[in-house]
């Protein structure tokens, strides 16, 4: 049972597209519209560790923005977590869509590379 769960994660990460591509969905505006509207913003910012850490430090942590870390931050931000980031639980987010997460994703993995403007398109 547990040689499945690779099989299906890497399966979903395939499904993922090109993540360098998806990277440039939003520019930093309209990533904090999309935060504001799920709530993300008020726990994290792009530059500054909140109650959680900033999306940069998180994007730091994942070796890339290939499908396969896409996939793995997709699944943190839907079922949430404990203990990766101090005492402070994530949040669950299980009615947000596959789709949504994964934007979503892609676009804090692109902080890793985005300049000071923190806007994806510009790359």
């Given at each position: ?6 099989a299906i ?49 998180v ?24 203990g ?40």
């Amino acid at each position: 049972m547990h040689f499945l769960f690779p099989a299906i994660l890497f399966a979903g990460a395939a499904a993922a597209g090109n993540p360098a591509a998806e990277g440039a969905l939003w520019t930093r505006e309209e990533a904090r519209i999309v935060f504001n509207d799920f709530g993300c913003n008020g726990c994290h910012d792009i530059e500054e560790t909140r109650i959680g850490p900033a999306f940069r430090d998180v994007a730091a942590v994942y070796e890339g923005a290939d499908a396969v870390a896409v996939e793995r931050l997709r699944l943190k931000i839907q079922r949430g977590g404990a203990g990766t980031w101090g005492q402070v639980p994530m949040v669950a987010y299980p009615r947000m869509s596959d789709e949504q997460a994964r934007k979503i994703a892609v676009w804090i993995l692109a902080q890793q590379d985005s300049g000071a403007s923190g806007d994806d398109r510009s790359k």
